[in-house]
């Protein structure tokens, strides 16, 4: 009897001692594969398993063992767990915090620049140069007449709802959700104005329309109230809006220059030289001081302006006014 017992606590030895070898190789096989490494871009695509991934990452020199991952994957509770998309790992990461990673889904992101008074055209284009969307499917999402209501916006298409903004996105996202992350940072906006446009009885798809015209006629941050100002009291007098920009827009093509036969060209229903009130919907992408500056204009009899050729604008209250202006600041200065 006593010779068994020592048989079986020897035994018992062994297995501790193998659990405790392969509690130490596992430490060390999950620790970083790399004192120092810069970091890579690792794809997880859709339905690739733990057991693909660790592969995948040992193949690359990011971790020491894809065995070891797993079995830390498996213990943790994560193998189902790994998020797809692009991330940036380093080798001198340990496999734990590689494995946080792709589990907390801390893909990589890319930074597009939308600045205030862009076309849809333009943006699809500044996200489709980053990698993110592909063009024409985010401007087919745009122009979908649907597409206004299952967005919560008013208008015949997205143009002008997309929000002009820094934006980090990652790779591989569908482009209805790029467009819901611009129109949702549009409608954060709209919120803070919504109220006094309602007081004053102007409807979202005015305000935004309106908008984007004040974007489109100047650079300049303090003179878009003014410039508000101009068109909502022309608004008020029946006046045309007579907006350079709209009517370009409305142009099939245009090679810069705004000709006399565009002016007068009545099939164009942005010609807002031609017609009276605001034009069938937004031309651009309004940001914050212009949507504000349509519900806050300045108080001013205004009804005129001109450039000045330096960004900035003279206005005039009547039209000899007007002419002496556009005299001085524009006809002087054409060539002869």
Not at 108 to 117: D, S
Request: aromatic letters at 8%; glycine letters at 8%.
């Amino acid at each position: 009897m006593r010779r068994i017992g020592l048989a079986l606590l020897a035994l018992a030895l062994l297995s501790v001692a193998g659990v405790g070898t392969v509690a130490l190789w596992v430490r060390a096989a999950l620790q970083p594969a790399h004192a120092e490494a810069s970091q890579v871009d690792f794809a997880v695509k859709r339905g690739a398993s733990v057991k693909s991934v660790a592969s995948a990452l040992e193949r690359r020199g990011l971790i020491r063992d894809a065995r070891a991952f797993e079995i830390l994957a498996r213990w943790r509770g994560l193998e189902g767990s790994l998020q797809v998309g692009e991330f940036a790992i380093s080798g001198a990461q340990p496999a734990g915090t590689i494995l946080t990673i792709l589990a907390e889904g801390r893909v990589k992101t890319y930074e597009v620049v939308i600045p205030e008074g862009l076309r849809s055209t333009e943006i699809a284009a500044r996200l489709a140069a980053a990698g993110v969307v592909d063009a024409e499917e985010f401007l087919t999402i745009v122009k979908d007449p649907t597409s206004a209501t299952r967005f919560g916006v008013e208008g015949p298409s997205l143009e002008g709802y997309l929000y002009p903004e820094t934006y980090r996105f990652p790779h591989g996202l569908p482009a209805e959700a790029v467009v819901r992350v611009l129109v949702d940072h549009f409608l954060a906006t709209w919120r803070t104005i919504a109220a006094e446009a309602e007081r004053q009885k102007l409807g979202m798809r005015e305000v935004v329309t309106l908008a984007s015209i004040v974007e489109k006629e100047t650079a300049a941050p303090a003179e878009r109230p003014v410039i508000a100002a101009v068109f909502r009291n022309r608004l008020a007098r029946g006046m045309r809006l007579a907006s350079d920009p709209t009517t370009i827009y409305g142009l099939p093509r245009f090679d810069g220059n705004l000709r006399r036969r565009d002016l007068e060209d009545e099939t164009n229903p942005y010609n807002t030289y031609k017609f009276a009130g605001l034009p069938p919907g937004p031309i651009a992408s309004p940001g914050a001081g212009a949507l504000r500056a349509v519900v806050a204009p300045a108080q001013t009899g205004f009804l005129f302006f001109v450039s000045k050729n330096d960004g900035t604008h003279v206005f005039a209250r009547t039209y000899q006014e007007h002419e002496r202006n556009v005299d001085r600041y524009q006809r002087r200065r054409r060539p002869r």
